[in-house]
């Protein structure tokens, strides 16, 4: 797996996010069981069922926040002169400029769109510098070419 750098924001936000579903979530995933449980024959009680595919959907959050946040760098690296999570890039892709912060997909920013860095452009951009042409293949199968333009700080 590739590194993972977060944004103190993100990092703040996906630890609330982690504190109150391990808190307030599993109280009220708990509550809602024993709701549905008080309704009859479990075997054909689809609220219960609802339920308990809630909180299986819930706890895998819980596991994905633990793992991500537990191996997160926060900041941005200090590295700027090959691609690397946490830094925005400039490219071109078959003639049209884009502008990315590599990073994960649970951050956010107001200004730039995210590429994940475990995307097959984010991929084949890793590691590359400034005048750097990459190419690699979209989920659909199309090949495209990426040039780097430059690489700098959020």
């Known amino acids: 797996m590739a590194e993972t750098w977060l944004s103190q924001d993100a990092y703040d936000r996906l630890r ?9 979530g599993r109280e009220r995933m708990s509550a809602d ?14 609220e219960y069922h609802a339920a308990k595919d809630e909180q299986g959907k819930m706890e895998a959050r819980i596991r994905q926040l633990e793992e991500l946040l537990r191996d997160a760098r926060i900041g941005e690296p200090q590295d700027h002169d090959r691609v690397r999570p946490g830094l925005k890039l400039v490219v071109d892709i078959d003639g049209d400029e884009e502008t990315y912060l590599l990073g994960s997909r649970e951050d956010h920013h107001d200004e730039l769109e995210i590429l994940s860095s475990e995307s097959p452009m984010g991929q084949a951009l890793l590691d590359a510098s400034v005048g750097d042409t990459v190419s690699f293949t ?6 495209l070419e990426v040039t780097v333009h430059a690489i700098e700080t959020p």
Do not use: F, Q, Y
Not at 16 to 24: D, I, P, R, V
């Open 16 to 24: 609330n996010e982690l504190e109150t579903l391990k808190t307030e």
């Open 138 to 143: 979209t989920p659909a199968g199309v090949t």
């Open 33 to 46: 069981i024993e709701e549905a449980r008080s309704h009859g024959d479990l075997r054909e009680n689809a």
